[in-house]
């Protein structure tokens, strides 16, 4: 008996993180220019600590330095979220965004509402780790993004790194435009 009781709780120690993000999941075949290839994304709605996670593959090996950019703007790898706009349509309604510091050495997450008239203002921090050498995983409290019901998603990295167009950078997008993903909410369980 015990030992039974001991392989099931085995099986749900596997089963329950793989069902945490088994909700909505994106891939990748193509090989962007940029240095930061993106390889495939999967979404969430932990219930359990009510965040949104995004869980962000990549072909090689990621850097935190991979994000500067010495003679502007820094490159990184968002979350667009469309909660009311259409997709397609114009800008997403919030972007959650993974950047590095000014040296290069750690990652910073935060997330952004774009307004009706283009302004862009910061709504609160995320949180990024990351989890892997090819695997960034944000968290997001759905309350900055003001708990919609489901979220249509889409991932996109840019970097200005050598031999990438001087105003984009070299970007990659999964699922390739104009394709979204989507991730629905359900009520956080009591604790």
């Known amino acids: 008996m015990r030992r039974r009781l001991l392989v099931l709780l085995a099986v749900a120690a596997v089963a329950v993180p793989a069902l945490a993000f088994a909700q909505s999941r994106i891939g990748d075949r193509d090989d962007s220019a940029g240095v930061v290839d993106l390889s495939g994304a999967r ?22 330095d991979l994000l500067l950019n010495r ?5 990184s790898v968002c979350v667009n979220a469309w909660t009311r706009r259409i997709p397609g349509e114009g800008a997403p309604d919030y972007d959650v965004c993974i ?8 990652l ?21 780790e990351q989890a892997a050498d090819t695997r960034l995983e944000l968290r997001v409290d759905p309350d900055l993004i003001r708990r919609p019901r489901s979220v249509r998603w889409t991932v996109q990295a ?3 790194s050598p ?3 001087a ?4 970007e ?20």
């Open 43 to 64: 979404a969430a709605h932990n219930r359990v600590s009510d965040e949104l996670v995004w869980v962000i593959d990549l072909h090689d090996a990621f850097r935190p």
């Open 71 to 75: 003679d502007g703007p820094p490159g």
């Open 99 to 106: 950047t590095s510091d000014a040296r290069g050495r750690e």
């Open 108 to 128: 910073r997450a935060s997330v952004a509402r774009h307004g009706t008239t283009g302004a862009v203002r910061r709504r609160g921090a995320a949180e990024v």
């Open 158 to 160: 840019a970097v200005f």
């Open 163 to 165: 031999g990438c167009p």
């Open 167 to 170: 105003f984009t950078g070299c």
């Open 172 to 191: 990659d997008f999964i699922p390739d435009r104009p394709r979204t993903s989507r991730i629905r909410l359900r009520a956080p369980r009591s604790r």
